[in-house]
């Protein structure tokens, strides 16, 4: 059976009562995007409280429905078949010829939902559903009627056409990406920073991120692993602006001068500080970081508060509270983890300490700091000054 169209279902956005139109812009903006990308001419059209995509003659139904289940905002993907305005007893008919196209031999509980669109449509909703449902029973002597709680619910739209569709087909959730700011996500190679940028986005957030790069100790193949990783959140986040940091002389720096125990700790402030200098440059509202509490001696409540210390923006922490499984099966869900698995140097593993401190004390940690005041001013501008620009699409 070819399916003509797809009706989107968004129940999150039909909330949002006033801003429901912008809410509807974006997701019809981020749709045309995710389809551009695949061969055929799709054409999504908003109306009436509803958006639709109307598929050319010929296409692959699988790639467009992969493409549909990158777009955040879609809750339901329902593929719809398109029947000519002929009256009532071909309408009967088209519904049955769907029905057993769609679900030959059907035998469970269903119900006809009938809605008009067209008002002017001379008989009404629940005569349509009684009629059609009639024909069906006829048709499908095992199937029984269930009004109340069918297995099957067979919808029927009365438009200029009239358009049946009875499946649906889970779409990603959240929010269309434009209709909440900006951030900027803190990028490793690693497998929860990727997971933390989707979850952000999700919710309909601009994505930038950032990598800290030490060249010679990480590798061009760890720089384009973690390239490799900002394609496939882009899938769904849209482009991504990549700042491509060359953090060598700061953690050599660093390791010169700090106790070897407080390195990472140390490290990871001036992350955060290099993070929101792009962050404030490009309007971003916060920061995002793959950290989960206690996964790590740097992700310990004392380490997690001696790093946020020196932020002045807010750093969202998606996957605070997941246990490492549950971000793993996230990752397998996206599609980043056999990406995040290759094993590529990260900037943080070799400039690790034997025994991190766990309990950094933030007095402690600042005084350390106050050696590094000769020269760090100088190499975070150098930093800042030959950062690479990527755009990820
Ligand atoms: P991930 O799996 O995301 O790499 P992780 O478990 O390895 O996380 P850490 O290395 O402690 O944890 O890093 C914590 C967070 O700090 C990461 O999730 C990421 O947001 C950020 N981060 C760490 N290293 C880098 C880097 N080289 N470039 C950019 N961000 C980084
Ligand atoms: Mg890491």
């Not at 695949?38 to 054409?43: K, N, S, T, V, W």
């Not at 699988?62 to 009532?88: H, N, R, S």
Request: aromatic share 10%.
């Amino acid at each position: 059976m070819i399916f003509h169209a797809f009706l989107i279902k968004y129940a999150e956005i039909a909330i949002k009562g006033k801003n429901r139109y912008l809410f509807e812009d974006a997701l019809v903006k981020q749709m045309n995007i995710a389809l551009s990308k695949i061969e055929g001419d799709y054409r999504v059209v908003k109306e009436q409280g509803r958006v639709y995509v109307f598929c050319p003659e010929e296409y692959d139904f699988d790639e467009a429905v992969a493409a549909l289940k990158t777009v955040f905002g879609i809750v339901y993907i329902c593929p719809v078949v398109i029947y000519e305005d002929q009256g009532l007893d071909k309408m009967r008919e088209d519904v049955v010829e769907y029905m057993k196209n769609v679900h030959p031999d059907y035998s469970g509980t269903f119900k006809v939902y009938t809605r008009r669109a067209k008002k002017s449509y001379p008989v009404n909703s629940m005569e349509v559903s009684a009629k059609i449902g009639e024909s069906i029973l006829n048709a499908f002597p095992e199937a029984k009627v269930d009004v109340h709680d069918p297995e099957l619910t067979v919808s029927v739209e009365i438009r200029e056409k009239i358009y049946v569709y009875s499946k649906s087909i889970k779409g990603p959730g959240g929010m269309p990406v434009g209709t909440n700011g900006k951030a900027m996500l803190l990028l490793s190679g690693g497998i929860d920073s990727p997971v933390a940028g989707y979850m952000i986005a999700k919710r309909g957030v601009k994505i930038e991120a950032v990598y800290f790069h030490a060249p010679p100790y990480t590798s061009e193949r760890a720089k384009q692993k973690v390239v490799d990783l900002a394609k496939l959140v882009a899938k769904y986040s849209g482009p991504i602006k990549l700042h491509v940091v060359n953090f060598t002389d700061i953690q050599l720096y660093i390791y010169d001068q700090c106790p070897h125990d407080e390195l990472t700790i140390i490290m990871r402030r001036y992350m955060m500080r290099i993070a929101e200098h792009f962050a404030k440059q490009d309007n971003c509202l916060g920061l995002i970081t793959g950290e989960s509490i206690g996964q790590v001696a740097s992700q310990t409540l004392q380490s997690l508060a001696a790093t946020n210390e020196v932020c002045t923006l807010p750093v969202y922490r998606p996957v605070i509270g997941f246990d490492k499984q549950e971000i793993v099966e996230r990752s397998w869900e996206i599609g980043t983890y056999d990406t995040s698995v290759l094993p590529y140097e990260d900037c943080c593993t070799i400039f690790v300490a034997k025994h991190p401190v766990t309990k950094p004390n933030l007095k402690v940690i600042q005084k350390s700091e106050e050696k590094l005041a000769g020269k760090i001013d100088e190499l975070m501008e150098e930093a800042l000054r030959t950062t690479e620009v990527l755009e990820i699409q």
